[in-house]
Structure formats: structure tokens, C-alpha cells
């Protein structure tokens, strides 16, 4: 497989596993958080009691490590392009940011308390309290998560472009499409 193949196939992939997670999170916020935190604790215990099977843990982190991977793996290969290099390595950065260091310094201890600590080992309010947080600081993973998807469709927008111009008759088809 060329290198062009690859990089093509790298920002596909990072497009569609950013896209996914971006999806997930926006469903979230729209589906599952107005249900699990709209009269915490109780709410809280109902979500506990629902999400026993499967939940949000067992989902994000392996897309997240898919999504850093493909990030990775498109920032890497577009390296040599710097018509596609800043937008792959902002994408990067900015999950990376938004999604896991902002997740695991903000949201992590947050669902400790609110979903592993046993009923009861905190008071209403603090609880009420901790999930008014998690409400607030989700719109800045929600944003990021928009932000990292949108930059990395720009690349892969960008990179298609750039190739339907080196074939005659393409860029027409590609316009054509639009």
C-alpha cells in the first residue's frame, strides 16, 4: 500500500472514530444525562441500578484508545503535508486535551463518587453538588469532541481534495458530488 493510500485510509479512520465518539457523547447528553442527573442521589441510584451490564466505562475507553490511535497514526502520516499536518495534529491535540486529561482530571473522580462509592457514603447535597459539576464540565468535553472531529474532517476534506486535483476529470466529479 503507497504512503498516499495509507494516509488516506489514516484520516478515514481518524474521521470516523472521532465522529463515533462524538455521537456517543452528544447522545449522551441528550438520552442518558438528563436521566441520571435530574434529581440526584436518587437519581444517581436508578442510573447505578440501569447501567449494571454495560455502561459508559465499558464503551469510551476503547474508542478512546482506537481514536488516539488513528489520530496518531494521521498526524504521523501527514506530517510531510503541511496543508494536512496542523489540522491532524490539532485534532490530536485536542481530544487528547478535551477527552482523556480533562476526563481523567475532572469527570474520573466525579463517577467515583457519584457511581463506585457505596449508597450512602455521601450526603445528598454533596451529591447533588458533584453532579451539577459533572453537568457543567461535560459541555467542554461535548465541544471538544465536536472540535476534534470537525478538524479532522477538515484533513481528510483537504487531502481528498488535494488528490482528486492530481487526477484529471476528478476534482470535477468530486465538485460534481457536492
Given at each position: 500500500?503507497?504512503?498516499?493510500?495509507?494516509?488516506?485510509?489514516?484520516?478515514?479512520?481518524?474521521?470516523?472514530?472521532?465522529?463515533?465518539?462524538?455521537?456517543?457523547?452528544?447522545?449522551?447528553?441528550?438520552?442518558?444525562?438528563?436521566?441520571?442527573?435530574a434529581?440526584?442521589?436518587?437519581?444517581?441510584?436508578?442510573?447505578?441500578?440501569?447501567?449494571?451490564?454495560?455502561g459508559?466505562?465499558d464503551?469510551?475507553p476503547?474508542?478512546?484508545?482506537a481514536?488516539?490511535?488513528?489520530?496518531?497514526?494521521?498526524?504521523?502520516?501527514?506530517?510531510?503535508?503541511?496543508?494536512?499536518?496542523?489540522?491532524?495534529?490539532?485534532?490530536?491535540?485536542?481530544?487528547?486535551?478535551?477527552?482523556f486529561?480533562?476526563?481523567?482530571?475532572?469527570?474520573?473522580?466525579?463517577?467515583?463518587?457519584?457511581?463506585?462509592?457505596?449508597?450512602?457514603?455521601?450526603?445528598?447535597a454533596?451529591?447533588?453538588e458533584?453532579?451539577a459539576?459533572?453537568?457543567?464540565?461535560?459541555?467542554?468535553?461535548?465541544v471538544?469532541?465536536?472540535?476534534?472531529?470537525?478538524?479532522?474532517?477538515?484533513?481528510?476534506?483537504?487531502?481528498?481534495?488535494?488528490?482528486?486535483?492530481?487526477?484529471?476529470?476528478?476534482?470535477?466529479?468530486?465538485?460534481?458530488?457536492?
Amino acid at each position: 500500500m503507497s504512503r498516499a493510500t495509507l494516509t488516506t485510509a489514516a484520516l478515514a479512520a481518524t474521521v470516523w472514530t472521532t465522529m463515533i465518539s462524538f455521537g456517543g457523547i452528544a447522545a449522551e447528553t441528550v438520552i442518558l444525562y438528563p436521566n441520571i442527573f435530574a434529581d440526584a442521589p436518587a437519581s444517581l441510584e436508578r442510573a447505578r441500578d440501569f447501567l449494571v451490564v454495560s455502561g459508559p466505562s465499558d464503551y469510551y475507553p476503547p474508542l478512546g484508545a482506537a481514536t488516539v490511535l488513528t489520530l496518531l497514526a494521521a498526524t504521523v502520516l501527514t506530517w510531510r503535508e503541511p496543508r494536512l499536518r496542523w489540522w491532524a495534529a490539532a485534532a490530536a491535540a485536542v481530544f487528547v486535551v478535551c477527552e482523556f486529561l480533562f476526563s481523567a482530571a475532572f469527570f474520573w473522580p466525579r463517577n467515583e463518587i457519584m457511581f463506585v462509592d457505596p449508597l450512602g457514603a455521601h450526603s445528598p447535597a454533596y451529591l447533588r453538588e458533584v453532579a451539577a459539576e459533572f453537568v457543567a464540565g461535560h459541555g467542554v468535553r461535548l465541544v471538544g469532541s465536536a472540535v476534534t472531529a470537525g478538524l479532522a474532517f477538515v484533513a481528510l476534506w483537504r487531502r481528498l481534495r488535494s488528490t482528486a486535483a492530481a487526477h484529471p476529470g476528478a476534482a470535477q466529479r468530486l465538485e460534481a458530488a457536492r
